[in-house]
Structures are given as structure tokens and as C-alpha cells.
């Protein structure tokens, strides 16, 4: 069971939040965890971040542009630097992914306000102080492939090969994120939004953008069609795809697509490698049930030809037996 700080009665007595009632909320995949507030009728939540493994200032620092901008992140309602504690607006419980599980006829219907509000997030560029989603962090992250996956599958590849196929790749990718500058917020899936009692886009609460970066706006598009916690069926996908590109005015649809594919892939090589280290190093198996699911999205981006050098890479040292295959018994567990 998760036991809050030491530190934040005292913290919560600063802000009028004295005697208040803290029960464990949920962790995630970092070191960053939530705990709920309780004091009569007002309830909060509070992020516990705690140094030097994280830092809240840049979760509160894109917090604040989304709401400038009209879109609903948590208020930030107190801050203690220098224990990692954060008190924020309470979004409640109705997260996206139970409520379509609970009622799937809403499923339609959500995702087309998640494709609109990226859309309307793309209207504007990043920050000037957001570092950009460029060659070195996308590099940084396809790497862990190697690093972790590999390893644990028992496979031998070649390193440079595979980060030479996928500068290949991302070239033009790369090209158009820095000169688009869009908030990319990475991690936008059914699991990071919250359902309000709120008009139009701001029906969706925002949460988990604490790693945002200026990148291509077709970035969380792909982190919410190619979900790794909750099938997203391909006719989903094509739907949602399309209601952007046609609401958006993409002027070339085509290269768009296999932007869109290029960053699929390069997204769900990282959650491979990731999810491998949650395992290995962090102990949390529990992440490898995902991992079928994140090998057939990656599957059917390597099958765009504008990932063809990638999929070569693939085919030679990634054998089916070491892809989905791999992981099935996890699932079942």
C-alpha cells in the first residue's frame, strides 16, 4: 500500500488543507505518485515527485500554457519544490479508458474530440523555452530497443545499423517538427484524459504531459491511435486519422501518413525497450502483457514504405520468435 510522504500534513496545513484525510490514489510508470485529499467536502489530489528522481516544475509549467490556452490541466493549487510535492485540481475518476469500457458506443464519440482538441493544440506553436522533439531524443529513445529489449530476447544486433535506417527514416520527419514547433505532449492515450462536466474541448481533462516537447503535431496523434494499454482497432485508427486530416487542412496527405507511420514506429520501438526496462530493471512485469499489443501496431507501421530501411533492420535481426510471440504468455497471466 502506498504511504504518503512524511512531509505532506505539513505541507497541506500550509495551504488550509490541515487534519485533511490522504488516501493512495495511484503510481505510474516513474517515480511520480498520487495520493487524494480529503477535508470535508473539498477534495484535491496531491503528486508526490519526489527529488532528485523527478522534478514537478515542468508538469506545472505546461499545466499552465494548457490552461492559457483553454484547455483543461489540473490548477495547480500549491507547490513544494523542495519535496516534490504538488496540490492539484481534483479531475475526479472517470477516466477515458474504464468509461468506453463501461458504455463502448461512447468510444466513437471521445476519440473524435481527442483528434479535435490536437488539432486545436497544433493551432499554436510550443513555447520558445520547450526543448524540441529532434534527432538526438528520438535517437535517445529507439535506442532502448537494443539496449533493454534485445538483451532480454536473447537476440544480437547491430547497433549502428539500426540507428543508420532510422536517420534514414525520420529525416524529413525531423525537418517538419522543427519547423512546426506543435506541443507535443507524448503521452496522450485513453489513459491520461479524464472526462468533465465541461463544453467542447474542454470536456477533456489533460494529465501526464510533465515530459511535453516541440515537435510534429502528428506525434499524439499516433500516442492515442496506437494505444499500448487498449486496443485502438485499425478502423478506428483510419477513421480518426482521416476526421484530422480532413479538419486540419493538410495540404499533403500523403506525406502525412508516413509521418505518422515513421513516428508509430518510432514510438512503439521505445515502449518495447521501455516496457523491457519497467521489467528488468524497475521490476514491474506487469507491463509485458502490453507488449503483443505494441508489437502488432509496430507491425503495421513497418509495413509503410516509408519505413522500409527500418523494416529491413527488423527482418534481420528480429526473428518472430522474439516479437509478439515472445510475450504472449504474459498476457494470458
Same mark, same amino acid.
Given at each position: 500500500?502506498? +504511504?504518503?510522504?512524511?512531509?505532506?500534513?505539513?505541507?497541506?496545513?500550509?495551504?488550509?488543507?490541515?487534519?485533511?484525510?490522504?488516501?493512495?490514489?495511484?503510481?505510474?510508470?516513474?517515480?511520480?505518485?498520487?495520493?487524494?485529499?480529503?477535508?470535508?467536502?473539498?477534495? %484535491?489530489?496531491?503528486?508526490? @515527485?519526489?527529488?532528485?528522481?523527478?522534478?514537478?516544475?515542468?508538469?506545472?509549467?505546461?499545466?499552465?500554457? /494548457?490552461?492559457?490556452?483553454? $484547455?483543461? @490541466?489540473?490548477?495547480?493549487?500549491?507547490?513544494? /519544490? =523542495?519535496?516534490?510535492?504538488?496540490?492539484?485540481?481534483?479531475?475526479?475518476? !472517470?477516466?477515458?479508458?474504464?468509461?468506453?469500457?463501461?458504455?463502448? &458506443?461512447?468510444?466513437?464519440?471521445?476519440?473524435?474530440?481527442?483528434?479535435?482538441?490536437?488539432?486545436?493544440?497544433?493551432?499554436?506553436?510550443?513555447?520558445?523555452?520547450?526543448?524540441?522533439?529532434?534527432?538526438?531524443?528520438?535517437?535517445?529513445?529507439?535506442?532502448?530497443?537494443?539496449?533493454?529489449?534485445?538483451?532480454? &530476447?536473447?537476440?544480437?544486433?547491430?547497433?549502428?545499423?539500426?540507428?543508420?535506417?532510422?536517420?534514414?527514416?525520420?529525416?524529413?520527419?525531423?525537418?517538419?517538427?522543427?519547423?512546426?514547433?506543435?506541443?507535443?505532449?507524448?503521452?496522450?492515450?485513453?489513459?491520461?484524459?479524464?472526462?468533465?462536466?465541461?463544453?467542447?474541448? !474542454?470536456?477533456?481533462?489533460?494529465?501526464? $504531459?510533465?515530459?511535453?516537447?516541440?515537435?510534429?503535431?502528428?506525434?499524439?496523434?499516433?500516442? #492515442?491511435?496506437? =494505444?499500448?494499454?487498449?486496443?485502438?482497432?485499425?478502423?478506428?485508427?483510419?477513421?480518426?486519422?482521416?476526421?484530422? +486530416?480532413? @479538419?486540419?487542412?493538410? %495540404?499533403?496527405?500523403?506525406?502525412?501518413?508516413?509521418?505518422?507511420?515513421? /513516428?508509430?514506429?518510432?514510438?512503439?520501438?521505445?515502449?518495447?525497450?521501455?516496457?523491457?526496462?519497467?521489467?528488468?530493471?524497475?521490476?514491474?512485469?506487469?507491463?509485458?502483457?502490453?507488449?503483443?499489443?505494441?508489437? %502488432?501496431?509496430?507491425?503495421?507501421?513497418?509495413?509503410?514504405?516509408? #519505413?522500409?530501411?527500418?523494416?529491413?533492420?527488423?527482418?534481420?535481426?528480429?526473428?518472430?520468435?522474439?516479437?509478439?510471440?515472445?510475450?504472449?504468455?504474459?498476457?494470458?497471466?
Amino acid at each position: 500500500m502506498m +504511504i504518503p510522504p512524511d512531509t505532506a500534513p505539513q505541507f497541506l496545513a500550509s495551504l488550509g488543507w490541515g487534519g485533511a484525510e490522504i488516501r493512495p490514489l495511484a503510481g505510474d510508470a516513474s517515480f511520480r505518485r498520487y495520493f487524494r485529499v480529503h477535508l470535508g467536502e473539498r477534495v %484535491a489530489v496531491l503528486m508526490d @515527485a519526489p527529488p532528485p528522481h523527478e522534478d514537478p516544475r515542468p508538469f506545472i509549467a505546461i499545466a499552465n500554457v /494548457l490552461r492559457e490556452r483553454g $484547455f483543461s @490541466a489540473p490548477e495547480i493549487l500549491g507547490v513544494d /519544490l =523542495d519535496h516534490g510535492l504538488v496540490l492539484l485540481e481534483d479531475f475526479g475518476d !472517470r477516466l477515458v479508458r474504464p468509461v468506453i469500457d463501461q458504455t463502448p &458506443t461512447s468510444e466513437t464519440g471521445i476519440y473524435e474530440v481527442a483528434c479535435d482538441l490536437l488539432g486545436a493544440l497544433a493551432a499554436a506553436p510550443a513555447p520558445k523555452d520547450v526543448a524540441p522533439y529532434d534527432d538526438a531524443v528520438m535517437l535517445r529513445e529507439v535506442n532502448l530497443f537494443p539496449e533493454y529489449y534485445a538483451p532480454a &530476447t536473447g537476440l544480437a544486433v547491430d547497433a549502428a545499423a539500426f540507428e543508420a535506417a532510422w536517420r534514414t527514416c525520420w529525416a524529413e520527419v525531423e525537418a517538419v517538427a522543427l519547423a512546426e514547433r506543435t506541443l507535443v505532449l507524448r503521452d496522450y492515450h485513453a489513459e491520461n484524459m479524464i472526462l468533465l462536466d465541461r463544453p467542447g474541448l !474542454r470536456q477533456l481533462g489533460l494529465l501526464d $504531459f510533465q515530459d511535453a516537447l516541440a515537435g510534429h503535431r502528428a506525434y499524439d496523434l499516433v500516442s #492515442l491511435l496506437k =494505444d499500448a494499454r487498449r486496443d485502438v482497432l485499425p478502423a478506428l485508427e483510419e477513421a480518426m486519422l482521416a476526421r484530422y +486530416i480532413a @479538419a486540419n487542412n493538410i %495540404a499533403d496527405e500523403a506525406a502525412f501518413r508516413a509521418h505518422y507511420a515513421v /513516428l508509430g514506429a518510432q514510438r512503439n520501438t521505445k515502449i518495447l525497450g521501455i516496457f523491457t526496462r519497467l521489467w528488468k530493471r524497475d521490476g514491474k512485469p506487469h507491463y509485458l502483457s502490453f507488449q503483443p499489443r505494441v508489437w %502488432a501496431y509496430l507491425e503495421r507501421d513497418l509495413a509503410h514504405p516509408a #519505413l522500409a530501411p527500418v523494416k529491413a533492420w527488423f527482418d534481420l535481426y528480429v526473428p518472430e520468435a522474439a516479437r509478439a510471440a515472445y510475450w504472449q504468455e504474459h498476457v494470458a497471466a
